[in-house]
């Protein structure tokens, strides 16, 4: 197995345990059991727990906004295709909630730079797709209390609720 495969292991096992169990319940150990990638490989490309961390979630962000972009462009109605994309998310069986929220509900001040920067750049998407920075603000806290409600209460209630508020937003 060479580095990149490794990496690649290592990232999927450590996308799995972080997300399903929390950050700081999940050894480096356990990481390398579920990867099958020795300890010493494990640290030599991951030499901390924190960049194995930060490089799960950018690597998470990367592809959430790919598919979320991927989801409302070329739709009727893209900021009402972003809440039909979360209740799809939302319905997911392994759906946990936000990631970069848990990962700074666990880790505070110490959570990576990438979850700010990540919250930053859904609400660039949500601006792109208003035009109305103003409303874009509502939308970001729309949506991340739509997914603080599901995380709760899985399914997709929380994001058809969430849209029927977007709605009357938008007819403002």
Not at 6 to 15: G, I, N
Not at 26 to 47: E, H, N
Not at 86 to 98: I, K, M, N, T, V
Not at 114 to 136: C, G, M, N, S
Request: hydrophobic share 45%; proline share 6%; with cysteine.
């Amino acid at each position: 197995m060479d580095d990149e495969e490794a990496r690649t292991r290592l990232l999927d096992a450590a996308e799995e345990l972080f997300y399903r169990h929390g950050i700081q319940a999940v050894g480096m150990d356990r990481i390398r059991t579920a990867s099958g990638v020795p300890l010493k490989r494990l640290y030599r490309l991951f030499p901390a727990k924190e960049s194995l961390v930060t490089a799960y979630l950018e690597r998470r962000d990367r592809r959430w906004l790919t598919h979320l972009r991927d989801a409302v462009t070329g739709t009727p109605d893209p900021v009402l295709a972003v809440f039909d994309w979360l209740a799809q998310w939302f319905s997911e069986p392994d759906f946990r909630g936000c990631a970069f929220l848990n990962a700074y509900g666990e880790l505070g001040a110490a959570a990576p730079e990438i979850v700010r920067v990540h919250k930053a750049e859904l609400h660039a998407l949500l601006a792109d797709l208003t035009a109305d920075p103003a409303l874009a603000d509502r939308l970001l806290i729309l949506t991340e209390g739509a997914t603080a409600v599901a995380a709760l209460t899985p399914g997709p209630e929380p994001a058809h609720r969430a849209r029927e508020i977007a709605e009357l937003l938008l007819r403002e």
